[in-house]
């Protein structure tokens, strides 16, 4: 039987060469099956989230994501941290921590976004007056929502086109450091330069925001 | 150069390549002078008030013109390259409004100034086209409707950048008040939100305070300006954990891990996840090498060494930027001796795969590609130091 090093090697080669690798790379991560749960079993305790089912669920979306990405990333990693990617093991076991965190930071996270939201139970049987009015709150929430998520395309825009910008926006307004001195801390550069960044930051978000209204108009 | 002298010395210009024309001085591709001639003369026939020129000079040098200067020179431009001069244009008076230090104002407005004059040059020429198809030129038709085309098309794309442009208003107004009156409309990169009323509006959407602006431009500032949070994604925790996250993804992690138990709970089962793994694997524990690393200097245009453009400064390293030939290449220089182990560059298309490089005197040169293909393009560029340290940094190329 070939060692995981040798398994994985042959994996690369056929994915270098085009030819399918899904039946070899299956059996590979197989393999890990076990020291994945292992793994989520200890991010649950930590997080104190979290159930024994989860496990297969968390070792089917890192299979997707090794495959999607974790590939050519290990390679990136092996050539630019030598020692941090160690074996495709290890680096697998990582993609599954990562998956475990993130599904259990999402599931808080989904529950705060709701919080403000009333639940469909409490609402009590409505008259005309107030279904209009319901109508046209629902109107104002799908506007809200488009005008979100205009913002975060924008934002997006910002961390591709200016990236120094985007952190320092980043930091003062999405993260509540509204400090510039601590926002030069963090960032290793200077107070003015912290002012500078988020006021560049600010204009070009605006901006984008006129742009894609203009083109939309 | 200001830029009257600059118009004027235009009828010395035109006036030499007539000669040249005359006289089959010049061998080779004929389309590089074609276009000298045609923005030369398009340049006086926009300025006939304030830059009169004898107009018999500027009809013998466009009659001069060979059908095949003509076709050579429509063959030869890009109204593509000139789309990404102008936003990039439009960057860089957004700098010029909000610089990093006053004395960087400057530089960046004649940066952006050269972008509009550039789209104005091709107005010209496209203003001489239709002079000579008037003078009977009918080979000159093709050309001049491919180009007007090209053109009203980049217009529409972009008139909306006019906005960031009223940063140059000072050197637009200038410029718009040198043209004729009936084609100043026309030049929306020189006459569009120029009036003096228009100059602060950039430094207005860089500022908390909304209160000055008005329509559109207040109805963003509303939107920009609500309070908002952004969790630290997937990626930015994965590359953290690897050691790979910039000095901006760090202070994000550790502004979040202040401020949210929650989050700081998440980063310490990624610690005890790490546990298991080394536990599972039998690795040694590795050491931490995602702290990031002091700057000592920060981005500026002022900033250079030889020809190259000093984007990130360290103690131990910098980064420089070079445009070569139309190519982009960025260089790791070490600081001192020994300093560097290795470095690496990636750009988005490839994210994963190192760009080639080869060490020179300078130090180790990385060829990103042409530079038309990498405009408003962040490249990563990741330095391991002697010791295995390693960061890594955002470079906007």
Known sequence: MLTDDELFAEISKSRTEGRDFHRPLGELVARWRDHSATVVRRVQGAFMRGSPDDADEIFQDAVVKFMSRGLEQFRGVSEQVPGKAASPKTFFLRIVKHCAIDRYRRQREDLEDHKGYDSEDDVSEVSRHEAARAVKESQAKTDQSEAHQEYWAAYRRLQREHPNEAAAWDLYHHQDVEDHVECARLLNITVANSYKRVSRAQAWLKLYLLETRNKEQ | MDPISRYQSRKDELDALKGELENH?????????????????????????????DSSLVDAALKLLTADGLESFADGLSTQELRSRLQRCADEAVEAALPDSDEDSGTWSQWAMQGLLARDRAESARCALDRLIRLGRTDATPVHARLAAALEQLDADTKYLAAALTALNASRRTERDLLDPEVRAHAWWFSARADAHEDGLVKALGSDDSSGLSGAEAAVSKEVGKPRKRPASFDELFRFDLGLATDAEGALIAAQKKVSPDF?????????????????????????????????????????????????ERHEFRVLLFRRAQRVHLVVQPARDGALAAAAVFLPDAPERGRPSHATEAGLDFELGPEQQLERVTARVVVTLKGGRSTTLAVKL
Do not use: C, F, H, Y
């Open chain 2, 264 to 312: 700081a709970k998440a980063l310490a089962a990624m610690e005890e996840g790490e546990r298991a793994i080394l536990e599972l694997t039998g690795g040694a524990p590795i050491a931490d090498n995602v702290r990031p690393l002091r700057r000592a200097a920060g981005q500026g245009p002022g900033a250079s060494s030889g020809s190259g453009q000093v984007v990130e």
């Open chain 2, 25 to 53: 001085a010049r061998k080779g591709d004929p389309g590089p002078v074609a276009q000298r001639v045609l923005e030369a003369a398009g340049d006086l026939l926009r300025r006939t008030q304030r830059v009169p020129a």
